[in-house]
T-cell receptor
Framework: AQTVTQSQPEMSVQEAETVTLSCTYD???????LFWYKQPPSRQMILVIR??????QNATENRFSVNFQKAAKSFSLKISDSQLGDAAMYFC?????????????FGQGTRLTINP | GAGVSQSPRYKVAKRGQDVALRCDPI?????LFWYQQALGQGPEFLTY????????KSGLPSDRFFAERPEGSVSTLKIQRTQQEDSAVYLC????????????????FGPGTRLTVT
């Protein structure tokens, strides 16, 4: 079974600075998807960024980028120019690609605080 | 169009009561998922539907949990004889599966139902 581990329960960063959230995972599959989701206090889970395992290029979405190290099974999220609105719980998630394996496997989450 | 909606947003139940949680997915979304999120934890998978077919229920914690999606749209998660350990946020997510002929893997989440069992 796949597992996802986020070893940082809490992180804080000064507004406008850069922060990196860590995620490692375990799988025997060769192809899969990895995601970072953001969950503000309102509870609505929002997709931040997605990475396909077959792509060597790291995904980027505006101020958000990932460092995907397939051999190390590592998938970190970098947030540049942090903004107050970035404060939330961040979850790393894994999804297989075979039919019937569409469920997401989540990590424990990292609470990100932005200091003004 | 509208996003995934869930009702009620909050539910307080006395131990032993039955509860029913509703999920309205995004119109046209084939796949529907239920997750359970305990306080301070990541969501955990409960069950998955493709249209009206329940293809995976491996995450349901006990036979007190039952989910259905009879017409392939709205889904209901029912918990019988609630216990205190059932207290959690129950999240519903839907996915279109194919977008313009290509696989689409994004799951869109609802706001969740917070269930408190007293």
């Amino acid at each position: 079974a796949q597992t996802v581990t986020q070893s940082q329960p809490e992180m804080s960063v000064q507004e406008a600075e850069t922060v990196t959230l860590s995620c490692t995972y375990d799988t025997s599959e060769s192809d899969y998807y990895l995601f970072w989701y953001k969950q503000p206090p309102s509870r609505q889970m929002i997709l931040v960024i997605r990475q396909e395992a077959y792509k060597q290029q790291n995904a980027t979405e505006n101020r958000f980028s990932v460092n995907f190290q397939k051999a190390a099974k590592s998938f970190s999220l970098k947030i540049s120019d942090s903004q107050l609105g970035d404060a939330a719980m961040y979850f790393c998630a894994y999804r297989g690609i075979i039919q019937g394996a569409q469920k997401l496997v989540f990590g424990q989450g990292t609470r990100l605080t932005i200091n003004p | 169009g509208a996003g995934v909606s869930q009702s009620p947003r909050y539910k307080v139940a006395k131990r032993g009561q039955d509860v029913a949680l509703r999920c309205d997915p995004i119109s046209g979304h084939v796949s529907l998922f239920w997750y359970q999120q305990a306080l301070g934890q990541g969501p955990e998978f409960l069950t998955y539907f493709q249209n009206e077919a329940q293809l995976d229920k491996s995450g349901l914690p006990s036979d007190r949990f039952f989910a259905e999606r009879p017409e392939g749209s709205v889904s209901t998660l029912k918990i019988q004889r609630t216990q205190q350990e059932d207290s959690a946020v129950y999240l519903c997510a839907s996915s279109v599966d194919l977008l313009a002929g290509y696989p689409s893997y994004e799951q869109y989440f609802g706001p969740g139902t917070r269930l408190t069992v007293t």
